[in-house]
């Protein structure tokens, strides 16, 4: 199965064989395109949405977004990595590029760590409409922008039962790399959609049976548990980016604005930590 390059074999990605294993001697050899300046967070940003490509990084990544259904286009490995990843590179019909760490630097602009990347085929988004037809407990997101905070918050939303994730036009790539490593794969397994009209698809939610919760922690604020407690088998949380919080268009569309009670003068919680105290209330009072 396995076959082999010589330096500088010229190359598209679209001359990639079906499948096997290739090895690479060359940074710029066309075939690894798709790993290329992985630090550039703009280029990338930019390019894998419009590519329709996502990077995972990791064994249990890579495993969990080819569980999840993913396409692999192709898999970038150093030497020790080989063997660990023997079953999906005989079952993955995708070329799978053997580097040295040293190249995977040259390529990638950082060190691989974990010595494993996929490039995998991003799927269609599902209409927000469809998500809450089946949802009780609903994440929206309004301008979270750091990769971080957006992965914590996916993985603590897997982890604690929220159903589904409803992202602003301007919230950050769950897909980007940094993403998906943060939540450990957590971000395919809750499906996630993205609103058009800000804050106007708010009604949508509304409309769907949802009541809309503000959290902040603004001192007019209910308390969470007893918010939850009124809300019912269903609750849509309205979370802020970090720092500046929901805007003044999201707080105003919110039915209810709810806060999380501080002890020893704390004033607030970093947004990924927030969300879990909040995903657990609502969880716990849903059953």
């Known amino acids: 199965m396995a076959t082999s390059s010589s330096p500088g074999t010229p190359g598209t990605p679209d001359d990639r064989p ?30 894998e949405p419009a590519e329709g490509l996502f990077i995972a990084e990791g064994e249990k990544v ?6 999840a259904g993913y396409a692999m286009r ?65 994440v929206i997101m309004e301008s979270v922008n750091d990769h971080t905070n957006i992965g914590a918050i996916f993985r603590s939303a897997a982890a604690l039962g929220m159903d589904a994730v409803l992202l602003s036009p301007d919230c950050a ?43 902040t922690p603004d001192e007019k604020a209910v308390p969470l548990d007893t918010a939850t407690r009124r809300c019912g088998d269903r609750a849509a949380l309205l979370l802020g980016a970090e720092g500046s919080g929901l805007s003044t268009r999201a707080l105003r569309a919110a039915d209810q604005w709810v806060r999380i009670p501080m002890a020893h003068g704390v ?14 209330a609502v969880a716990r009072q849903a059953g």
């Open 74 to 138: 192709s898999m970038l490995l150093s030497a020790k990595w080989i063997d660990v990843m023997r079953d999906v590179i005989d079952e993955a019909p995708a070329p799978v590029y053997a580097v040295s760490p040293e190249l995977a630097e040259r390529v990638t602009g950082y060190h691989v760590h974990r010595g494993a990347l996929a490039s995998m085929q991003r799927k269609p988004l599902p209409k927000p409409e469809d998500l809450l037809a089946t949802a009780r407990r609903v």
């Open 18 to 47: 079906a499948g096997g294993l290739v090895t690479v001697e060359q940074p710029d050899d066309p075939r690894l395109s798709d790993y290329t300046g992985l630090t550039d967070v703009e280029l990338r940003r930019r390019r």
């Open 267 to 280: 004033d607030s919680l970093n947004v990924g930590a927030a969300a879990a105290v909040a995903f657990y």
């Open 62 to 67: 890579i495993r969990r977004a080819r569980q």
């Open 173 to 215: 790539d769950p897909l980007y790399r940094r993403s998906v490593k943060v939540s450990m794969g957590a971000v395919f397994a809750v499906p996630y959609a993205r609103l058009q009209s800000w804050p106007q698809d708010l009604e949508t939610v509304r409309d769907a049976g949802f009541p809309l919760l503000a959290l």
